[in-house]
Every structure is written in C-alpha cells, then in structure tokens.
C-alpha cells in the first residue's frame, strides 16, 4: 500500500531508523528531510514514507515508546547500580529522554555502548541536567563510567606479553593495565556497598551520605595478571607515582625523580616494595628493558 512506487529495502531500513531515532523522527516528521545520512534516497521513497506515518502515526508511537522503553533497560543492565537508584524516578525519565533527543544516532543497536554514550552525556551535561543538586547520582555514574570504560577498552584490544624483569631485577615501572583514576565527592565505595544492601529500587531508599563519607580516590583498572577488572584506593602520592610508572625509567632512575620532585623520603624509601604490592595487584609491570625499546623491536617485527 505504501511502497508501490519505493524501493523495498530503503523503505524498511529507514523506517527501522526512524523508529528507534527520537530526534531523526521528530525531525522528520516535522520537515520532510532525512538525515545527511540519506541523501542517496529518492524523492519516492520519501513520500511513501511520509504518507506511511501520516496513516500510521499512533502505531508508529506506541511502538517507538516499546523499542525506546526496551533499549533504556538493556543499557540499565550496563548500569546495574545507576538503574537500582533511579530506574523508577521521573528525574531519571527526563534524562533519558534529554539524551535520546540530542543525538540523531548513537549506538543504539549496542546497549554496552549506548550505556557508555548516556553515562559521556549525563557527565559532559552535569548542569544542564540538574546534578549539581544530585550528587549520589553524578557519582554514582562516574562510578560505572569507569567501568564501561575500562571494560570495553579491554575488550577491543589484545594485550601484548612483553618481557617482565625478574624478581632479582629493577625493572622499568609501567602502568600497562588499562584505567581511570577518579575523584568521586564522597565515599563511593562505601556508598556502592550500602546501595547493593538495598532491596528497593525506589529513589527514597538512596543511603544517606553521611561526615563519614570523605572524598575518595579510586582507581579502576583491568587487571594484566587475572585481566577482571578491579578498584583501589589510593591516595594523592599513589596517584602520582602511577603517573610516574610509564617504562622509561628504571626503579633507581624513578627514586631519583621523585625526590626531585619533594617526595617524602618515608615515600622513597618504600617505593620499592609499593611497585612490589601495585605489581601483585595488577596495577603496575616491571619490564626487563624499557617500553620504547620494546616498542621499537615490535615495530621491527611486524
């Protein structure tokens, strides 16, 4: 009925487009015009479209507001923690619509993506969004930012097996594991904890952020030993020295720096055994030369 004079393909593909693109439909609906996208597509298909919703416009909601409602709860498996404390708020409805209405496409046929793009807006949109008066909420999504970040780093990348120094051996200190060093504004971690006791996905139920809630720096990193991924504490001088960890200096070389740098001697003098114990988690790698030169012969070797 709708299609005699568009080709079949095009029509099914861009209504599949439409159908899961808030502002793509909006948009055309509202001027005739599709994406830049779809500039190829004739004159006809685009009428027959046109004359499709225009017919079919109550059924063509209802099922947009399905697929819609389905894709926001297969990212909220992504998002477990954001979903526990906000999944059956208004404020949170909002949001999603905001964010589904900024983009003409994101990846939303890949809910591990898509939640990492909402988590990307709702942080580049802090403000806008409202989160200044909301800060469980902020946090907690930066919280599980991290851990989509991280996640899909290591998916998409295959870790080289470079050769460590031996127990017996300095080594060249390389922060190799993929990951994120946050600040959060309380005690995430803590927060987290009392968030998984509760049985209630409602917002009443948020835990009460309370003195004993300080700031908190956390790493989030995929560890290069059990490749799963792992949070650690750690306070301004850890942070730091991970940043000094990038395997072009040795440990005697790496002391040296950092004591140009006003480290505390107390710091200096058990810098061996913290690269030790940030080692055993996974954190840090001694290599047995340094990273460029082991870059360089892999380089050769391709």
């Known amino acids: 009925m709708y299609k005699k004079e568009a080709n079949e393909r095009d029509f099914q ?5 439409l159908m899961t693109n808030p502002q793509s439909l909006d948009s055309f609906l509202n001027s005739g015009k599709l994406d830049n996208s779809f500039d190829h597509i004739n004159s006809s298909t685009i009428a027959e479209l046109l004359d499709f919703f225009s017919v079919e416009s109550v059924r063509v909601g209802t099922i947009a507001q399905i697929l819609d409602e389905r894709l926001m709860k297969n990212v909220l498996r992504f998002l477990p923690l954001t979903g526990k404390l906000v999944y059956s708020s ?3 409805q909002q949001i999603w619509k905001k964010f589904r209405f900024s983009f003409s496409s994101v990846r939303w046929s890949e809910p591990r993506y ?3 793009d909402f988590c990307n807006y709702c942080i580049k949109n802090k403000k806008l969004l409202g ?5 469980p909420l902020y946090n907690l999504i930066r919280y599980e930012q991290a851990i989509l970040t991280v996640d899909i780093y290591f998916r998409s990348r295959q870790l080289l097996n470079r050769p460590l120094a031996k127990l017996s051996e300095e080594g060249y200190p390389a922060l190799l594991a993929q990951c994120i060093l946050n600040d959060y504004d309380f005690s995430i971690t803590e927060f987290v904890k009392q968030l998984k006791k509760t049985t209630s996905d409602s917002i009443a139920v948020v835990p009460v952020i309370s003195e004993g809630f300080i700031k908190e720096s956390l790493l989030t990193y995929v560890s290069w030993i059990d490749r799963r ?3 650690l504490r750690v306070n301004p001088l850890i942070a730091h020295l991970l940043m000094e960890c990038n395997g072009r200096f040795s440990l005697a ?3 040296q720096r950092l004591k140009r740098r006003g480290y505390p001697a107390t710091v200096l003098l058990n810098l061996c055994n913290t690269i030790h114990e940030l080692e055993k988690l996974g954190v840090v790698q001694r290599l047995a ?4 030169s082991l870059i360089e012969k892999e380089v050769c070797n391709d």
């Open 90 to 92: 208004i404020k949170f």
């Open 229 to 231: 991924i792992h949070m």
């Open 131 to 135: 989160f200044d008066e909301n800060l």
């Open 253 to 255: 070389q790496l002391t």
């Open 13 to 17: 593909y861009i209504l599949g487009y």
């Open 289 to 292: 030369e340094p990273l460029i």
């Open 114 to 116: 898509c939640a990492l």
